[in-house]
T-cell receptor
Framework: DSGVTQTPKHLITATGQRVTLRCSPRSGDLSVYWYQQSLDQGLQFLIQYYNGEERAKGNILERFSAQQFPDLHSELNLSSLELGDSALYFC????????????FGPGTRLLVL | QQQVKQSPQSLIVQKGGIPIINCAYENTAFDYFPWYQQFPGKGPALLIAIRPDVSEKKEGRFTISFNKSAKQFSLHIMDSQPGDSATYFCAASNRRGGSQGNLIFGKGTKLSVKP
């Protein structure tokens, strides 16, 4: 158990809908990262927050957005969902903002029908 | 230049064998090279990591070999066990890269260790 929690574990929704994924980092970790894992693309970095501020941006679509709250938990919002958004979404956390030693949560499996 | 190329895609070995997974990179600014292990239904877990100032690092049965001039690094699993069956990902990052220093992952290697 990495200490990173993610909810929900599974999510099934329809195209065009909007969903919110939630992540709580390990106690003491200030940085949160979001990744998308699909069979063909592997693990793709989406976005990083450090102590409430956006720190780095990867291959995140404009339909996706995230934020980190004062209690350091983070939410990833996915809107106008398409079939191709079906994937595993992982949250990771680290103590600092240098992106090393990241601890991954168990993931949220999103299925868009 | 931001890619990390990992091979093989899959690997089957007998118990006790030494699977070797290789990764190559182009960006010479990378200065941190971790390996992650992922079991089905779980998130990736950090296994071992190396910096380019050393050529080898061992942690238990897991060894990273690093060749800076060739821009390659590899993971060796000594005395492999069926419990090592998982997907392994290499990654690289530039700690001084600031906002561009995110981890770049290889595509993964699915390892199966037969009893």
């Amino acid at each position: 158990d990495s200490g990173v929690t993610q909810t929900p574990k599974h999510l099934i929704t329809a195209t065009g809908q909007r969903v919110t994924l939630r992540c709580s980092p390990r106690s003491g970790d200030l940085s949160v990262y979001w990744y998308q894992q699909s069979l063909d693309q592997g693990l793709q970095f989406l976005i990083q927050y450090y102590n409430g501020e956006e720190r780095a941006k990867g291959n995140i679509l404009e339909r996706f957005s995230a934020q980190q709250f004062p209690d350091l938990h983070s939410e990833l919002n996915l809107s106008s969902l398409e079939l191709g958004d079906s994937a595993l979404y992982f949250c990771a956390s680290s103590v600092d903002g240098f992106q090393e030693t990241q601890y991954f949560g168990p993931g949220t499996r999103l299925l868009v029908l | 230049q931001q890619q990390v190329k990992q091979s093989p895609q899959s690997l089957i070995v007998q118990k006790g064998g030494i699977p070797i997974i290789n990764c190559a990179y182009e960006n010479t600014a990378f200065d941190y090279f971790p390996w992650y292990q992922q079991f089905p239904g779980k998130g990736p877990a950090l296994l071992i990591a190396i910096r380019p100032d050393v050529s080898e690092k061992k942690e238990g049965r897991f060894t990273i070999s690093f060749n800076k001039s060739a821009k390659q690094f590899s993971l060796h699993i000594m005395d492999s066990q069926p419990g090592d069956s998982a997907t392994y990902f290499c990654a690289a990052s530039n700690r001084r890269g600031g906002s561009q220093g995110n981890l770049i992952f290889g595509k993964g290697t699915k390892l199966s260790v037969k009893p």
